[in-house]
């Protein structure tokens, strides 16, 4: 793609640190703690129950929109006694404890019999993968660059043979969505529109997709994403047969990202976290397409860090990605500095807008009845789950029915609201604003699942890797000349 310049009044808002202000640092760490608390919390209630509604990840689910909504409310302020030794000690002890579940939980549920007694090896990669992480966090005495680098490199390259084995170990989950994309990549090797061509019969329960979705017993749809999540899917189908390879990259170039929006040992923190995440390997078995978005968002703020002609681009990759990015595309303001003129405004959106088209273009306008069917309108008639981790399917079990689908749309829009009058002009900022923003979105809608939350779980990792340190631990100091 041409990424043409932007003039400077597009870049971050945020300024780059230049010193070891332990001002930064400090007046931070609240901020980070709670962002850092959200995500171990959004972790654990995925971890207790793969994502479906339980009464303990019910619980978590809501002490981390807490924690996300107070990290707006306390953004770059200081609180007496919550140093950086806290954040430290507390976000070290959840990694701590991230591996130990990885450890003690099966990674996946479609993993083969013969497969299972092979289990020793994903563990192997864990410990030492783990061993690695903790390592590189040490204090800066401990290590020199080059040894703390070789820590890094290999913690992730154990998270690559990890997700590898996952999945050579579970070859073929019973999951539509990976079906779904396996028939699509299939379809363009051949050059046919993936959008008109019917996956093969699926043997699942109908009643999970709503009757208008399903036709003589067999799904009339065939594949629910947008074009570019099918492009990107394909990369990994066509170099390897299996589209999870493309979300295996994606996660590994996430971590990597992350890693890269700050010097420090923080960034390199929060990214651990997403990569130690438990469900991880299980959001890479069911074949979610989550990854591939959460990279596209990843993105958009280490551009807006380092490379500010590139931010809105990449945001129009982002909202092509998945349909209710779209309702979160109002989020361009905190990427915008306050009073900038209407021209750019207009020229920021339309280089969003005009990255969104072209990428969606190509498949939609094949055959746009059958897109717009597949990606808009069936999307729509999805049943209501009793069993969402959501606010909506408590009230169900309660009352006996539903809640408005508007709902969720209602409270998007206060958060929207709230986040224009106060959210933080920044990369962070974006990144906690749209983590909020899905958080209470997917809390309230009528779906809402593991992969929903694996995103919100991303953004909060990344929100406190891109806010501003003075830990310089990978930055060379250079000498100064005396005036």
Known sequence: MDTHSMPDNSGPIEPVISGGSTNVSQKGSVTKLLLGLAALALGQALQNGDGYLTFPAFIWLSIALVCAGASLVFWRRSI??????????????????????????????????????????????????????????????????????????????????????????????????YLFQQTSSSALLQGRDPYVLRPPYLDANMGFYGAALVKNGKLNISNPYPPLSIYLSFIGYALAGDIRYSLLAAIMVTGLLMVFLRPGREALLAAYIFLFMPR?????????????????????????????????????????????????????????????????????SGWAVGSAFVVTA????????????????????????????SFAAVYARVFGQFP?????F??????????????????????????????????????????????????????????????????TEQKTSKS
Not at 362 to 373: K, R, T, Y
């Open 280 to 348: 991880l390997y299980y959001v890479l078995e069911q074949s979610w397409t989550e990854p591939l978005v959460l990279l596209l968002a990843v993105a958009v703020v280490w551009c807006a860090i380092h490379r500010p002609a590139w931010k809105f681009l990449a945001l129009g990759l982002m909202i092509a990605s998945k349909q209710y990015l779209v309702f979160l595309s109002p989020l361009i303001f905190l990427l915008i500095p306050p009073g900038s003129p209407k021209r750019v405004w207009v020229r920021s």
């Open 362 to 389: 190509p498949l939609a306008f094949w055959n746009f009845p059958a897109f717009f069917w597949d990606v808009g309108l069936a999307q729509w008639y999805q049943v209501s789950r009793i069993d969402s981790l």
């Open 404 to 408: 408005s689908q508007i709902i969720p």
């Open 80 to 177: 007496p006694h919550v140093s950086q030794k806290i954040l430290w000690v507390a976000l070290a002890i959840g990694l701590a404890w991230q591996l130990f579940q990885l450890l003690t939980t099966q990674p996946g549920i479609f993993i083969l019999p013969a497969q299972l007694r092979n289990l020793w090896q994903f563990q192997a990669c864990v410990i030492l993968g783990g061993a690695c992480a903790l390592l590189s966090l040490a204090p800066k005495a401990w290590f020199s660059r080059k040894v703390r680098i070789g820590f890094i490199v290999s913690a992730f390259i154990t998270v690559f043979l990890a997700g590898a084995w996952m999945i050579h170990a579970s070859p073929k989950p019973v999951i539509d969505v």
């Open 410 to 475: 209602f409270v998007l829009a206060v958060v929207l609201f709230l986040l224009w009058r106060y959210g933080e002009r920044s990369a962070a900022g974006f990144a906690s604003g749209l983590a909020l923003g899905l958080g209470l979105f997917f809390a309230f809608s009528k779906q809402a699942f593991c992969n929903y939350y694996f995103l919100v779980f991303g953004l909060f990792c990344c929100a406190l890797a891109a806010l501003p340190t003075s830990d310089r631990l990978f930055v």
